[in-house]
């Protein structure tokens, strides 16, 4: 392969990232309705993405499906903690009936990937909302250090393969570069915040939960032979090519936090 080709999406992943990162980033800092609006668009799009890869019965299913998801999603904020969970799964037990049994497993397929969507996007309104912009900045920032320091380190110095049945071109040098950029970002944000050194270990194991999140969503892919989620973002190919890292890291939040109250207050 020559370098040429190594790099040759980079142009276009860096001009949707930048768009990403103003839209993404602006919605991030105001908080409020405008976060809550683009988590909830967002839902819906990984939705409509992963019923069109798992198969359809019917042809509008993607769409109604998408469309719920985000509803719900949006509604989810408004309604008192203890329906929050039902109502989250209800787009996932409404999908079950529209998901072709053509390849095995996909019905499985959609209950987890499904309720993985739904549970990670809400764990990122409650973190905007519950522990302010800081901490989603973190997270955020862990995810894409880890993201384009694996990248680089991954296309520039190869090596062996992390995962090469489900994942080929994940190397090692890729994900430890991540893990290594993962750190710098906890040991900035740990000098900037009451959190201890422990936010350090917690920032590489929330990059091996987006690194987790990539490849887990890479297996989806290979299974049922498709490149991209969907073409919607330059470069990047769809909204789960996209946050599939992000859906691994802030489910772990979402986990971690619930059993350990982790993140001190900082606004």
Same mark, same amino acid.
């Given at each position: 392969?020559?370098?040429?080709?190594?790099?040759?999406?980079?142009?276009?992943?860096?001009?949707?990232?930048?768009?990403?990162?103003?839209?993404?980033?602006?919605?991030?800092?105001?908080?409020?309705?405008?976060?809550?609006?683009?988590?909830?668009?967002?839902?819906?799009?990984?939705?409509?993405?992963?019923?069109?890869?798992?198969?359809?019965?019917?042809?509008?299913?993607?769409?109604?499906?998408?469309?719920?998801?985000?509803?719900?999603?949006?509604?989810?904020?408004?309604?008192?903690?203890?329906?929050?969970?039902?109502?989250?799964?209800?787009?996932?037990?409404?999908?079950?009936?529209?998901?072709?049994?053509?390849?095995?497993?996909?019905?499985?397929?959609?209950?987890?990937?499904?309720? !993985?969507?739904?549970?990670?996007?809400?764990?990122?309104?409650?973190?905007?909302?519950?522990?302010?912009?800081?901490?989603?900045?973190?997270?955020?920032?862990?995810?894409?250090?880890?993201?384009?320091?694996?990248?680089?380190?991954?296309?520039?110095?190869?090596?062996?393969?992390?995962?090469?049945?489900?994942?080929?071109?994940?190397?090692?040098?890729?994900?430890?570069?991540?893990?290594?950029?993962?750190?710098? !970002?906890?040991?900035?944000?740990?000098?900037?915040?009451?959190?201890?050194?422990?936010?350090?270990?917690?920032?590489?194991?929330?990059?091996?939960?987006?690194?987790?999140?990539?490849?887990?969503?890479?297996?989806?892919?290979?299974?049922?032979?498709?490149?991209?989620?969907?073409?919607?973002?330059?470069?990047?190919?769809?909204?789960?090519?996209?946050?599939?890292?992000?859906?691994?890291?802030?489910?772990? !939040?979402?986990?971690?936090?619930?059993?350990?109250?982790?993140?001190?207050?900082?606004?």
């Amino acid at each position: 392969m020559s370098v040429k080709s190594n790099w040759n999406d980079l142009g276009p992943r860096v001009m949707s990232a930048v768009v990403m990162l103003l839209v993404g980033g602006t919605a991030i800092w105001l908080g409020g309705l405008p976060f809550h609006l683009l988590v909830s668009v967002v839902t819906g799009l990984m939705v409509w993405e992963l019923v069109r890869i798992l198969g359809p019965k019917e042809q509008g299913a993607p769409m109604w499906l998408g469309l719920l998801a985000a509803v719900v999603m949006f509604a989810t904020v408004f309604l008192p903690p203890f329906a929050r969970l039902p109502v989250l799964l209800a787009p996932v037990l409404a999908g079950m009936s529209s998901i072709s049994t053509g390849t095995k497993g996909s019905r499985a397929i959609w209950c987890a990937y499904a309720a !993985v969507i739904v549970l990670a996007c809400y764990s990122a309104l409650s973190l905007r909302g519950g522990h302010g912009l800081f901490w989603l900045a973190w997270l955020a920032a862990v995810v894409i250090m880890s993201d384009v320091a694996g990248y680089f380190a991954g296309r520039s110095l190869g090596g062996p393969k992390f995962w090469p049945k489900v994942s080929p071109k994940k190397t090692w040098s890729g994900t430890i570069a991540g893990w290594i950029g993962a750190a710098l !970002v906890g040991v900035w944000f740990m000098l900037n915040s009451p959190a201890g050194p422990s936010l350090i270990a917690l920032s590489v194991l929330t990059a091996f939960a987006a690194q987790m999140g990539d490849i887990a969503e890479s297996a989806i892919k290979r299974r049922y032979g498709i490149k991209d989620s969907s073409n919607l973002i330059p470069g990047h190919g769809g909204f789960l090519d996209r946050f599939d890292g992000f859906l691994g890291a802030l489910l772990l !939040v979402l986990i971690a936090g619930q059993v350990l109250g982790f993140l001190p207050e900082v606004r």
